[in-house]
C-alpha cells in the first residue's frame, strides 16, 4: 500500500508559481470539484489472482449504493487489465498477474495508474498502484566465458572491464555487489553508471608473467542483495600474451548523439575513436560493445574497424527516450579502453489519437432537451508536447456538440431539439486531430438513432370529402374511403377512424353511415330516400394510438342523387271507384276551347319529376288534343251536332326519368247543351252494360232524380248564399285578408305540369247561353259534372260567389280549390232561374 497503507489524497495540493495567472487557477479549481480523490496502494509482484489490493468504497468515503447507481468502472487505456473494481463489495483486486519487471523493466517505482468513473453525477477518482518488487530472479551473464588475452608487458592498474550481469529486480532485489575469485594478479573494481547501473572491472595488481603463468582462470560472482540471496557465476579465461605495453585510448570520454525516432534502417549515430602509441599489429584497434544486451544490438550496431554507429531496428520515442552505449576498444595486444555514447531520442508524429467509448445511450427521445449527453470518450495520443496535444470536433454539420470536462474526456451531447420525423437517426463521426506536424487524427462514428414521441396529429388528405350516392342503395354499401397521414410511427402512427356523434334531423348519425376504424372506409348502414332526405353532413376523426392520442376531424358530405322510383301521381281529375266524373263541353265551343286539364306531379327531382302528356286513346281523336307540357285537353275543332255526347278520353302522364314511369287517367267529357240530354247519355254510358235490359226504367227513375236534384239545388243555393253573405260580413267587419288554400308538400313549378293553386270554374246555361248573361272563364275554367250511379243526377255542393247573389244579371264566376286529401268533388251550379237548367 502506498505510504504504508491506503493513502487518500482527496484534498488536491497545488502550488502555483509568482507570475502565473488567474485564469488557470479558476481552471484548477473547477477540475479539482470534478476530480473527487486519488489513492494510492502498493503490492507485491506476482500476487495472485483475486488477492485484495484495497477497499476503494471506504477509501474513497463512497457509499456501496453510489457505486452500483453511478455504473462505476474502471477507465485504462492499456491492453491488459490488472485490476478489477467489485461494485458489489467495493474492493479493489488482482485480475491479472503483475510481473513487474515486465510491467515496468528496470524503472524505480514501478506503478501503473487508472481512473474509476462514476455517472449521475459524473465522477473521476484516479488510483495509483504501486508494484513492489520480489527477489524472484538471479543475476545473470550474457555469456558463458569471459576471454582476455593479455601482454605479460601489462603494467599494474591497467583496466580490464569485465561484463555485467543482468538482474532485473530493482532496490535492494537488484544487483549488489561483484566478487572474484582469489588470485595473485588481479582485483575487482566496481563502479556504478550515471544511472545507477552497476558495472565490474579487473585491475591488475601484479605484472604478469608469461613464462610463468600463460592462463589464469577466475571467475566472477554477482550477488543480488535479496533474502534469500541469489547470486549468478561467469569463467574468466586470461591468455598471457607477449608484451605490449600501450593500450587504446578514447579521444573523447563520452559520446552524444541525437536521433529521430523511426528513422530508417543503416541510419547513422555517431563515431567513435580510440588511437593506440603502438605500432604494428599491436596499433591495429578493434570497437564492440561492452555490453551487447539483446535490445541494443538490435537497434545499433558498431562498425569494428571505423566505429561508426548506425541504427538496425526501429527506434520508438514512447518505449525509450534515451539510449546508453558502452564502446570497448581493444589493441591486438589485447590492451582495452571503454567509452560511453547517450543517443538522444526525438520524438516524431508517429502516433494518431485513440478513441475509447465510455458509454454511449441509444436511441435517445426525439423530445430530449438541448443538452441531453448521449456519449462519453476518452481521447488519448502517446506522442509527447505537440504532437501528444489532441483537439475533438465533430465532422459533419449535425446537432450535436463536443464538450471537454475533464482531461482527455470528452461528453457528446445534443446541441438542438430533435425532430425524428425529419430525421430519424444520425452517423455522428467525432474526429481527434493532434497538434502535430504533420497532423494525425482518428475518426469515430456513432450511429444515434431517434426514438419517436406522439408529437404529431393525424391530417387528413382533404379539407372537406364530397361523395354521391344514389337513393334506394344497397345496406352496408362503400360510399367513399377518408385517409388521414400520421408522420410518427409504430402505434403513435396507428390511425383511428371514429364517426363523431351528431345527429341529422331527428335520428343520430350512426343509423345512416358507418366507418370502418381501420381502413377509414364509409358503409351506407341503409338505404336512403333522396324524398326523404338529400344530404347527408356528419364529422369523422382520425386519433392516433399514442398516449395520450391525438386526433383531427375532417367534415364528410355524401349528396343523395335521385333515382326515378315515384310515378307521377295524378291530383285531377280525380278517379273515384263509386261516380264518374264528366267535364262539359257545349257545342257551341270554339276551336281550342279548354275542357280540362289534367293535373299530376312527380316527388322525384330534376328531369325525373318533368311531366309530358299524351292522348293515349279517346271516342274521337279527331275532337280533343292534350297540351304535351300543361295537361290541357282542348278541342282541335269545331264541335258539331253529329259528335257524340258522351266522350271517353284516356291520358297518360309520364316522366322523364329513365327508365320513365307513367300514369294513365280517364276523362269523360260531354257535349251537350242541356242537363236531361247530358244526363240521359251518361246514364246509359255509366251504366250499359249492367242496365241494358231495363233502359225505360233508368230513364223514369233519372227523371225523377233529376227533379229531386233540381229542389235540392234551389235549397242549396238559398244556403250557400246566406253562407257566403254572413262570412263576406265577418271579413269585411274584421278587415283580414283572404289567405288561399294550398295542398300540402306540393309546388307549382313552372313547365312541370304540377297544379296550380286556384282553377276557376264558368257556369253555363241553356242552348242559348252564349246570348245569356253567363261567361266563359278565361284560364282554365271549366263546368264539372259528376254523376253518382247510385243517385243520378244528384247535386253535391253548390258555391255562390257574393257578387252572383247580390246582382242576379252578372257572370257566375267560381272559385275552387282542391280539397287537403286530394279528392275533388262534383259541383253542379245552376241560376236561381228554375226554367233554365244550366251545368
Known sequence: MACGKAADTRCVKWRFGCGQNWHLLFFL?????????????????????????????????????????????IVTGENIQYTELKTDKGILVVKERIDREQLCGDVTPCSFSFEVILENPMELHQITVEITDINDHSPTFKRDRILFEISESAIAGARFSLTSAEDPDVGVNALREYFL??????????????????????????????????????????????????????????????????????????????????????????????????????????????????????LFMIDEKTGVILITGLIDYEKDKKYELRIDAKDQGGLTDSSKVVIEVTDFNDNPPVINVMSFTSPVSEDSPPGTTIG???????????????NCRI????????????????????????????????????????????????????????????????????????????ENNSPGISVLTVKAKDPDENQNARISYILEDNSIGASPVSEYVSVNAESGV???????????????????????????????????????????DNPPQVLYPVQTGGSMVAEMVPRSADVGYLVTKVVAVDVDSGQNAWLSYKLQKATDRALFEVGLQNGEIRT??????????????????????????????????????????????????????EYNDKLTFYLVLALAVVSFLFVTCLVVIISVKIYRWRQSRILYESKLPVIPYYPPRYSDTLGTGTLQHVYNYEVCRTTDSRKSDCKFGRAGSQNVLIMEPSSTGTMQRIQSDKSILDEPDSPLEVSSVLPRDLKLQSLLLCTPDPTILSC
Not at 462519453?376 to 489532441?390: E, H
Request: no cysteine.
Open 29 to 73: 479549481f473547477y477540475l479539482s470539484h470534478l476530480v473527487s480523490g486519488h489513492i494510492r496502494y502498493s503490492i507485491p509482484e506476482e500476487m495472485k489472482k483475486g488477492s485484495l489490493i484495497g477497499n476503494v468504497a471506504q477509501d474513497l468515503g463512497l457509499d456501496l449504493k453510489r457505486l452500483r447507481s453511478g455504473r462505476a468502472r
Open 181 to 298: 575469485t582469489e588470485n595473485d594478479h588481479f582485483v575487482l573494481k566496481q563502479n556504478s553508471n550515471a544511472d545507477g547501473k552497476k558495472y565490474a572491472e579487473m585491475v591488475l595488481q601484479k605484472p604478469l608473467d608469461r613464462e610463468t603463468n600463460p592462463h589464469l582462470s577466475l571467475k566472477l560472482i554477482a550477488v543480488d542483495g535479496g533474502t534469500p540471496q541469489r547470486s549468478g557465476t561467469v569463467n574468466i579465461d586470461i591468455t598471457v600474451l607477449d608484451a605490449n605495453d600501450n593500450a587504446p585510448v578514447f579521444n573523447q570520454s563520452v559520446y552524444k548523439a541525437t536521433v529521430m525516432e523511426n528513422s530508417p534502417k543503416d541510419t547513422y549515430v555517431t563515431t567513435v575513436n580510440a588511437s593506440d602509441a603502438d605500432v604494428g599489429s599491436n596499433s591495429v584497434v578493434t570497437y564492440y560493445f561492452s555490453d551487447p544486451t539483446s535490445s541494443i544490438g538490435d
Open 376 to 390: 462519453i470518450i476518452n481521447v488519448k495520443d502517446l506522442d509527447s508536447g505537440d504532437n501528444g496535444q489532441v
Open 395 to 470: 465532422e459533419q454539420n449535425a446537432p450535436f456538440k463536443i464538450k471537454s470536462n475533464l482531461r482527455n474526456y470528452y461528453t457528446l451531447v445534443t446541441d438542438a431539439v430533435l425532430d425524428r420525423e425529419s430525421v430519424s437517426q444520425y452517423n455522428i463521426t467525432v474526429v481527434a486531430t493532434d497538434a502535430g506536424m504533420p497532423p494525425l487524427s482518428t475518426r469515430r462514428t456513432f450511429h444515434l438513432k431517434v426514438s419517436d414521441v406522439n408529437d404529431n396529429a393525424p391530417v387528413f388528405s382533404q379539407g372537406v370529402y364530397n361523395a354521391f350516392i344514389t
Open 522 to 564: 364509409i358503409h351506407a348502414v341503409r338505404s336512403l330516400d333522396y324524398e326523404q332526405i338529400k344530404q347527408l353532413t356528419f364529422v369523422v376523426r382520425a386519433q392516433d394510438g399514442g398516449s395520450p392520442p391525438l386526433s383531427s376531424n375532417v367534415t364528410v358530405k355524401i349528396l343523395i342523387q335521385d333515382q326515378n
Open 636 to 689: 282541335i275543332r269545331q264541335v258539331t251536332d253529329k259528335d257524340a255526347v258522351k266522350q271517353r278520353l284516356s291520358v297518360i302522364v309520364e316522366d322523364n326519368g329513365q327508365p320513365s314511369r307513367s300514369a294513365t287517367v280517364i276523362v269523360n267529357v260531354a257535349v251537350a247543351d242541356s242537363f236531361p240530354e247530358v244526363l240521359s247519355e251518361f246514364t246509359d254510358f255509366a251504366h250499359d252494360k
